[in-house]
């Protein structure tokens, strides 16, 4: 909130895609369609017909279509220049501008419709978040927490914080806002203004970004 050092892709095991170009059609069809339809109308075959391959090119270079759409989810959050190399390249002084200015990113349509279509395929897909947690969250969610902890180092938060609970807070909140009680036209500006304010209470400075 770079890609991980895992991969939901099988080709590793089986040898490397072909094609490039094929590989980002499915990618693109496998997201399209989870978010048009979530789960249920994002099987292989649909996949397949979308981005316009055979079945056999999707079985070659993934494991299952769990693997296949958190790579999908993933690609499309990568996209947004909102990587795991930023979290881990940002200097702490810069940290809470990075926080706010997300806001901007998550607060996309399509980025919103995605991440509702994610959560939402907990109860009946668990298969799916349980393959993009692994594979995907884990390390952005590690890289957070570094990032927290450079913070900390760089003393611009009390070195009594739970990080792990402060992580789990910024995060959490931004899920609650985003999903549940955010605006349906732009929930942009709340996002943002509820960052300041959350980030006003764990104890950052955000002079800087209180007045944008």
Not at 72 to 89: F, P, Q, S, W
Not at 154 to 159: I, M, S
């Amino acid at each position: 909130m770079g890609t991980s050092t895992k991969s939901g892709n099988s080709a590793t095991s089986i040898g490397r895609p072909r094609s490039p170009v094929v590989d980002q059609a499915i990618l693109r069809a496998a997201l399209e369609l989870f978010i048009e339809h979530g789960v249920a109308g994002a099987s292989i075959e649909r996949i397949a017909k979308h981005a316009g391959v055979a079945k056999t090119s999707i079985y070659r270079r993934w494991s299952s279509r769990e693997a296949l759409l958190a790579q999908a989810i993933e690609a499309a959050r990568n996209a947004t220049g909102y990587t795991v190399d930023l979290l881990d390249r940002t200097p702490p002084q810069d940290f809470v501008r990075l926080l706010v200015d997300v806001c901007e990113v998550v607060g996309r349509p399509e980025i919103r419709k995605l991440m509702t279509r994610l959560v939402g395929s907990i109860p009946d897909y668990p298969k799916l978040i349980e393959v993009y947690r692994e594979t995907y969250y884990l390390p952005r969610r590690q890289a957070f927490g570094r990032a927290l902890e450079r913070v900390r180092a760089a003393g611009l938060l009390t070195k009594e914080i739970d990080l792990d609970a402060l992580a789990d807070m910024i995060i959490g909140a931004v899920v609650y806002r985003l999903i549940i009680s955010a605006p349906q036209d732009d929930p942009v500006p709340e996002l943002r203004g509820h960052m300041i304010s959350l980030l006003r209470q764990a104890g950052f400075d955000v002079s800087a970004v209180a007045c944008l």
